[in-house]
């Protein structure tokens, strides 16, 4: 039996150009929170006509910065899968789709939110979003039971540590300052970690405290007793590390003049749960010391 085989070059020609604020790699989250701005070419702005009556679009694009290509690729469960049962950007064709929102029309420009494009990339193609076939909670539970902490992972990269403080309470049983100040110190070292495309389940968290922070390092960060990534030091330390089983990782101390800052930033006459929400507008650093650890003193 012969097989014919036919090589076709296909040529792909920019519509238009992404701008936005982000100017290199990071996570879709962080990316997805700008406003971008969608410049289509005059030679094609006759096709944008009666585009107000789209409230989401697919938008296709060039991954103009990525040369990589893996056929392979961990996902942040951990579980390594295939390029094309994830949204990697480091695809054959390195084409990029995305589902925006569009905020509003000027001319030729688009103001979208939600797409995770860098700044300058080549636009291939623009179209009005088809969810005939979403059945949106099913298909958000399915991707629950593969991936449990999903919406978690999206909460820390996006920054929305109300989100996480509501979510954590559910564990702890109330919400309060502590509460708070663990939620704030687990998401900026998560963060830390998926920034470096780490893998989360090769890390451990070490606890050297006994109070309400405990309960939110272990909810945001998923290292707990039964995975066997969790365990105890001295709890007058009042610190606590996440790294990997070389020893590469974040140390964070509480900073012994936490307590007074609190009060003097936070008004005495809230409630504690408003306490909490008000600890989590405080800025990391007046409250924390980080210290990134390189592994050299691991067995220490």
Partial sequence: MLTLILTVMITLHPIGYVHNKCMESMTPERIKQEISEIEILPEYAEGLKSVEACRYLDLVFYL????????????????????????????????????VKLKKREGNKLYVEGADALNGSPVLDLKCCDTSVYEQENIHNAIRVDSPRIDIVRNILSNETKELLLKSAQLHGHICPGLALGVLGATTVMQKLYEQGEDS????????MQNCLVDALLFVTGCTPGTHRFQEGDPARMSFSLKNREGRGWEVHLKDSNRAWIAKQVPASFSVAEKGFAVLQLCFDDLFEMTELSGKSSEN
């Fill in 64 to 99: 103009h910065q990525n040369e990589c290509v893996q056929f392979t690729t961990p996902i942040r469960t951990g579980e390594e899968r295939g390029v094309f049962a994830t949204r990697s950007p480091n695809r054959p064709n390195h084409l990029g789709i995305t589902t």
């Fill in 201 to 208: 389940k090769d890390y451990i968290l070490t606890v050297e």
